[in-house]
């Protein structure tokens, strides 16, 4: 079983809206927020859809054959891919390490992760960091509900490429579509949302005391813009990081490229385009697995491809 071709699962969410459908994905709902192209959590488990495995759901392909995946040694799939369409703000939110998580999350990973801007409209922002000196300034512009003053927010063009480390204070904005790859892991602290009720008129639960425990201060809001670019034979790859929990490459392909499987397994998601994967048609909006005995795969046609590695 070289290749695990994935049924996405989608989420809605009160931020959500069309975005998702106008990217490719019928049968999104229209408040969908997030489609989860490559997941084994239990939160939203994608099932295989070709060959023997069809059918079973990804965490068990990973629990019963490891040698799938080069028997690494992670208890759980270790990561996770996922299109964020959001209609409206997220909520200011922070994710915790691995170490804060396994102690108050019963054992969770933490999260840390990366986004790819698919599109955004014109004068999308994004919040990236804030500009706390000290843990006291952090904690009282919070109590003063003083996030003018504290949020590091920008722009944001198609195209931007961002590492967000556990500890980083960070939100989507309306507007944005966004691939992100991050470690397998469901824990968000809201810090801030806006106020913002649901439709029984509640607000959605804050974790403001999480957030202070794992927000890094003083916050580095230099976001990396230097990447590594390497010619194909038929387009071009641009490495946009390599951290310890995962590497992530673009490919951006104009005809025929071999791409070498040198890791334990390559998760790839389609952003644009389409072509076909060792003969076989695939499309805008496909995620799959390349598993480890698969060891070239042979692309062709004009798209935009994302792998992400262990």
């Known amino acids: 079983m070289s290749i695990l071709m994935l049924h996405p699962v989608f989420k809605d969410a009160i931020w959500g809206g069309k975005l998702l459908k106008n990217f490719g994905y019928e049968e999104a709902g229209d408040n969908a927020g997030e489609c989860w192209g490559i997941s084994a959590h239990q939160n939203g488990d994608c ?30 799939f270790p990561l996770l891919i996922k299109i964020i369409g959001a209609e409206d703000d997220l909520s200011i939110q922070v994710h915790p390490n691995n170490e804060y998580a396994a ?25 990236m960091g804030h500009h706390a000196k000290t843990k006291d300034e952090f904690v ?17 063009n198609k195209g931007d490429f961002f590492y967000i480390p556990s500890g980083t204070l960070h939100a989507i904005c309306s507007g944005s579509l966004i ?31 999480q957030s202070i425990d794992v927000t890094t201060v ?56 389409e072509g076909t994967l060792d003969g076989q048609a695939v499309k805008k909006g496909d995620h799959f697995i390349v598993c480890s005995d698969q060891k070239e795969v042979v692309y062709d046609g004009v798209m935009t491809l994302m792998i992400t590695t262990l």
């Open 179 to 209: 691939y992100e790859a991050q470690q397998s892991s469901d824990i968000t602290y809201r810090v801030y949302d806006y106020h913002r009720k649901d439709k029984d008129g509640k607000e959605r639960q804050l974790h403001v005391q």
């Open 47 to 76: 099932t295989v859809a070709n060959g023997e495995f069809a059918g079973k759901k990804l965490s068990w392909c990973y629990e019963n054959h490891r040698e799938l995946f080069g028997n690494i040694k992670e208890d759980v």
């Open 218 to 273: 003083p916050s580095n809001n230099d976001s990396n813009k230097l990447f590594t670019n390497t010619h194909l034979d038929h387009g071009s790859k641009t490495r946009y990081v390599e951290s310890e929990f995962f590497t992530v490459d673009c490919y951006r392909m104009e005809g025929e490229n071999i791409v070498v499987n040198d890791k334990p397994f390559q998760m790839v998601s389609i952003l644009e385009g």
């Open 140 to 156: 009282k512009a919070i109590e003063n509900d003083d996030y003018e003053n504290l949020l590091n927010s920008f722009e944001i």
């Open 103 to 127: 102690e108050h999350e019963n054992g969770a990973l933490g999260k840390t992760e990366c986004w790819y801007v698919l599109q955004a409209d014109e004068g999308t922002k994004m919040v």
